[in-house]
């Protein structure tokens, strides 16, 4: 054994390499809990309100894998053309993803609580659509644990004016502003499980 021969040098030694090496386990950690945002938001398997507003958009989540995945090649390469390259490419695709983040926050649909029922444990919020359209969906009202209906109560052209009530604490009524009296409907609900109004 050859005592005078130096040991491999340590790619940490090097402080670049080592902030590198560390911002690639970051950004690495990082897009493992973007995947599995985007899985529990697409499944949310208790139709939670905000989990279904904030987590439930996964062709954005999707997007923004793409500029990490090169930025992550970029750092755990060896600076060669195709690496700059991927890091240019995902340096200028953050333009489009922080555009499309801002939309998601900016231009998210209206919601309004039109009623709430008897003991204050459910309420109907009307969703804008697009056009005139709008969306009547059964939520509970627990805060952050508020859950909601995985089909609308009843959905329809509308202009304004709609009359939406509990008649008691499991049967809503709406009528439309937009139709001559008499043309309520109502809808009898059991918890969360709300019959299917053709709306989806």
Excluded: K
């Amino acid at each position: 054994m050859d005592f005078t021969e130096l040991p491999p040098a340590d790619p940490t030694a090097d402080p670049a390499e080592a902030r590198r090496a560390t911002a690639s386990w970051i950004l690495g950690g990082f897009g493992v809990l973007v995947v599995v945002l985007t899985a529990f938001g697409a499944w949310n398997p208790g139709n939670l309100v905000h989990v279904d507003r904030w987590l439930n958009h996964p062709c954005e989540f999707g997007a923004a894998l793409v500029p990490l995945g090169l930025y992550l090649f970029y750092l755990r390469s060896d600076g060669d053309t195709a690496a700059w390259i991927a890091r240019r490419i995902a340096l200028v695709s953050l333009i489009p993803l922080t555009l499309t983040v801002i939309g998601l926050v900016a231009f998210a649909p209206e919601e309004t609580t039109v009623a709430v029922s008897p003991s204050g444990s459910y309420e109907v919020v009307a969703i804008a659509a697009s056009g005139d359209a709008r969306t009547f969906v059964l939520r509970t009202r627990d805060g952050l644990l508020s859950r909601q209906a995985s089909h609308p109560l009843f959905c329809f052209p509308s202009s304004g004016g709609d009359s939406v009530r509990f008649v008691d604490e499991q049967t809503v009524e709406v009528a439309s502003g937009d139709v001559v009296e008499g043309g309520a409907d109502r809808v009898t609900f059991d918890g969360l499980d709300v019959p299917w109004a053709g709306c989806d």
